[in-house]
């Protein structure tokens, strides 16, 4: 069945940086686009960063110049660095991979990871 399991959140300075792993199975990690998304307290869970197949990537403008994303396709990995944090990074990061099964996209996430950062 399709995992994904994130690691690498904390406690964290502002000006400081973290870096979150998300380790996959169970699909064929290179064909597909896979994705970091956060949700901050009250808020909708947005996108934060995507890689495709191919090593295009998304950043969403928050985050732009502060974060990379990287993926290690031998070993079905997906990793968001994150510097310069800010107060308003603070949330929970999902994982994230949608799949077509049978003509319909399912989306797939991991259990989360909190990343705090605050003086």
């Known amino acids: 069945q399709v995992q994904l399991v994130e690691s690498g959140g904390g406690l964290a300075l502002p000006g400081g940086s973290l870096r979150l792993s998300c380790a996959t199975s169970?699909?064929?990690?290179?064909?597909?686009?896979v994705g970091w998304y956060r949700q901050a307290p009250g808020k909708e869970r947005e996108l934060v960063a995507s890689t495709s197949s191919v090593g295009t990537t998304y950043y969403a403008d928050s985050v732009k110049g502060r974060f990379t994303i990287s993926r290690d396709n031998a070993k079905n990995t997906v990793y968001l660095q994150m510097n310069s944090l800010k107060p308003e990074d603070t949330a929970v990061y999902y994982c994230n991979v949608r799949l077509r099964r049978s003509g319909m996209d399912y989306d797939y996430w991991g259990q989360g990871t909190q990343v705090t950062v605050s003086s």
């Open positions: 169970g699909f064929t990690f290179s064909s597909y686009v």
